[in-house]
């Protein structure tokens, strides 16, 4: 989904609904514990998840529902939590951040690699695969789209030839190697 660390991390399975996932607040861990509160632009947004990772919940809460029976009363139900502890409680999204480090290590994937690289992933390969820019910020909650284009313009870049090549498309001609000019002054 592209979301914040803490936006996934308070998601409740009534966020889920005709295959999508509203997004409204988020968990954060400060010294006194854990808190859900508003997402950082206090704005709810409803993102389409890929029928991939509806298959992905499906199967996960077929899970959670055995943590559920095994602890009977004592599971936090009332929490309704997607991603949870085995008794339902709230993860600590900093012990979250952690466990992904160590397996991003693991996997020998580039120095840095984090939780948080999966958000700039998403942005980044939708955006080099054309997905337009405002549907790009929407999903990832920024405030604007500028915000966006700051952070993701590395995404964008090169793009020049293919809309040249699209502009011809649309106009109804066809661009080959030797229409092309040899040098423009």
Known sequence: TGARRGEVLALRWSDVKNGYVTIERS????????EFKGTKTERPRRIELPPSALAHLEAHRNRQDEFRRQY?????????LIFANPDGSPLKPDSISASVSLLCRRLGL??????????????????ADGVDLATVSARLGHSSVRTTADVYSHALRGRDREAACKWDTLMGRTTTTEDRPKAIN
């Open 27 to 34: 968990l954060s861990q400060t010294n006194q514990g854990l």
């Open 72 to 80: 009977g009363p004592d599971y936090r139900a009332d929490l309704d």
């Open 110 to 127: 580039p120095k840095g690699a984090s939780l948080h690289t999966l958000r700039h992933s998403h942005a980044s390969v939708l955006l």
